[in-house]
């Protein structure tokens, strides 16, 4: 891609998505669960195990689920047996890049259907608070011995960014606010949550100043997958197929020390890729709907900057304006995202490709936005604040 | 769209690396690959970069975090596999051709020396409800089941085992970096570890990283005017219920290189394939992929090695290098060792008894309670 061509030898399209419910404590195994939704993005498509090529795995950090190599272990859950499978890594930035390497599975002609299956089990790690796992994913020398807590380092991004664009805790929880709100239309949600006000979220308990418990993502079991076609099969399964125009990815340095807090330059860098491929130069008209990655209530609006959806410090104000409402001149997160639907890592990723789709095809129910849907993207950030994943689809 | 390999870079396969980090050895070993590929700028020549690696052996959650700064990835495409490093080839073949990606640089480090709870973290990769709770006191256990299944089915004996080892390290002594060679070393008198396999029969554990660097033909011959091809690399994962596999043959092994096979337009491997590197982390491994690659009809490579087929100066030798029992197994980047060796005998950077150098076929395996095989053919 060093300039010289953006042309690719097949065109990919999505032809299928299913996901399990989003809750915490699922009783099924992260085998069964990969299964759940793999299933239900075969039936969506009209397809059967036997008609997949190759598979595609994502799941984030192995601690979660306690299983060391776990994409060999839940390649039987995703259907990867006697098959081509990989498992695909980029912290809590998998999900996306799921479908981002099933496209090139697809598009270098070897594999023509490719199921892509994202997963993660929370609840079942460490005792007493999944951010155990957090403990063990910096810097073993500088940082570990700190013994850091993955809150402090959001904290730190989120009070960077309301400094820098004046931005006050009001206006970040209208985020939450509206998430939550929008996950009452998700089949799958974790936390609907229809009468949340501003204030709900501002008298939340405090965990690590300015970033309090309804800012927050919840901790989430659950899986999504996508079936994803060359043009050809694609037309064969489905008369709406909703094609991969763009994706992108990034990844900063690990010193975050060093980076701007205020500003996701790795997500401008990633969304710029996708953008370039899927022939976008001005996202904000081009975009008809946007699912940005946002565990936290102040990412959204970090996110929508660095996509190019609003321009830097701008996010605050269109969400204050309503133009990010579901009904709104752009909206961002219908389906709940994360903060709404849940947090499984890898697997909201997926979720919110999934989302896309059925947003493309009009088949989003409750969720539908209301203006008329051609393109929308999906993004996920992940790592020590480092990676950007974006996938840009349209009809 | 072809796939050629523009460069290759190693750096450690020593028993511990003392002075460096696993950071410090990707680059060096990125560095030795840059330089190999005509002075390669990974800042403005490469597209994308992928690193081979698992949070388990790194001891750090979400590992892939380090995986840019080392190769000079940082703000650019970067991302990881969770398998070993010929797959992370085989990601690298598929984004070239796509047609999107010209240039991509593929990475794996191991440390071993760094993990001083091996046995518990290879346990830790069985299935955590039906094998876990029986807490195997070595891993090594489930190797030797299959290795008595496929001795007993095909009637292998501990002298073919012993063949295997013996030319193992007769080969790894003219391998620079086989520093476990050790020629004359008798099978027979190494301590049973668990029946049948005797110490000598497993390969012991090595630090070291490797770096390959990857082009469309569009743009190899900018970066050397004497690229191996890659043309073909597949993968299979078999399935990974212990208690459903076929102990006795690696199906994984097969579909991997059949699908590799026909990406090569190769019909009689036996005959067409110049030369081999494949996973003998365990002896026996080695026949049971010599067979699961159609080098040697099933149940026929112990025959063939003890005449000496397989040997260097053979009609088709098998690990030139000595493998994994020669040189070690250095987790993830056990794949792509055999792979860059491949392509140093190809390119007469390493001396070796061979007749055709001009197609070799590549293998790798991740080791139990695993199930992936990755199987690339590369050409002259």
Known sequence: ?395 | MRVGIAGVGWFGFQPEVVDYSFREMMFKAAQRAYEDAGGLDPRKDVDAFISCQEDFWEGISISDEFAPDPVGGAMKAVYTVTGDGLQCVGQAYMMIKSGLFDVVVVESHGKPSDVVTLNEVMFTATDPISVRPLGLENVHALAALEARSYMAKYGVEEGHLEAVVEKAHRAGAKNPRAVYASPGRSRASTPTVVDPLKEADIAKFVDAAVVVVLASDRVVRDFTDTPVWVDGVWWSTEISTLEYHDWAFPHHAREAADGAYMQAKIADPAKEVGFAEVDNRYSFKELQHIEALRLAPKGTAKDLLVDGAFCPGGRLPVNLSGGALAEGVPFEVHGLARLSYAVAVMRGDFKAEVDRRDVAVVHSWRGVPTTTSVVAVLRL
């Open chain 1, 1 to 395: 891609m060093t300039g010289r061509n953006i042309n690719f030898k097949h065109r990919v399209a999505v032809v299928g998505a299913g996901m399990t419910l989003f809750r915490s404590r699922m009783l099924e195994t992260p085998q069964e669960l990969a299964w759940l939704a793999a299933k239900q993005a075969l039936d969506e498509a009209g397809l059967t195990l036997k008609d997949i090529d190759c598979v595609v795995i994502g799941s984030a950090p192995d601690a979660f689920d306690g299983v060391h190599m776990k994409g060999e272990y839940l390649a039987e859950g995703a259907g990867g047996i006697h098959k081509p499978t990989v498992r695909v890594f980029v912290g809590g930035a998998t999900g996306v890049f799921v479908p981002i390497a099933a496209w090139w599975h697809v598009a270098s002609g070897l594999c023509k259907r490719v199921l892509a299956v994202a997963e993660e089990k929370m609840s079942h790690a460490a005792k007493p608070h999944t951010q155990y796992v957090f403990r063990y994913i910096w810097d073993p020398i500088v940082e570990k011995p700190l013994n850091p807590n993955l809150i402090w380092i959001f904290a730190m991004e989120m009070h960077r960014y309301m400094h820098k664009c004046n931005v006050k805790k009001e206006d970040i929880a209208l985020v939450s606010v509206k998430n939550k709100r929008n996950a009452c239309g998700h089949p799958s949600a974790q936390l609907c949550m229809p009468n949340i006000t501003v204030d709900d979220v501002l008298k939340s308990e405090v965990l690590v100043w300015p970033v309090q418990l309804y800012d927050i993502s919840p901790t989430t079991d659950g899986a999504a997958a996508l079936v994803l076609a060359s043009e050809e099969e694609a037309r064969r399964i489905t008369d709406t197929p909703v094609w991969v125009k763009g994706i992108g990815w990034t990844l900063d340095t690990t010193h975050w020390t060093n980076r701007d807090l205020a500003y996701p330059e790795y997500v401008r860098r990633a969304a710029e890729m996708a953008y370039r491929m899927a022939g976008i130069d001005n996202p904000r008209k081009q975009i008809d709907v946007a699912e940005p990655y946002d565990p936290f209530d102040y990412k959204e609006l970090h996110h929508m900057e660095g996509l190019g959806l609003a321009k830097k410090c701008e996010a605050p104000i269109l969400t204050r304006e309503g133009v990010t409402q579901r009904d709104g001149d752009l909206p961002i997160n219908p389906s709940g995202g994360l903060l709404g639907v849940g947090n499984p890592i890898a697997a909201a990723g997926l979720m919110k490709v999934a989302e896309i789709f059925w947003q493309v095809r009009g088949e989003a129910g409750a969720r539908q936005v209301k203006k008329p849907v051609y393109t929308g993207l999906a993004q996920a950030w992940g790592d020590l604040m480092q990676a950007g994943t974006v996938i840009v689809m349209g009809i």
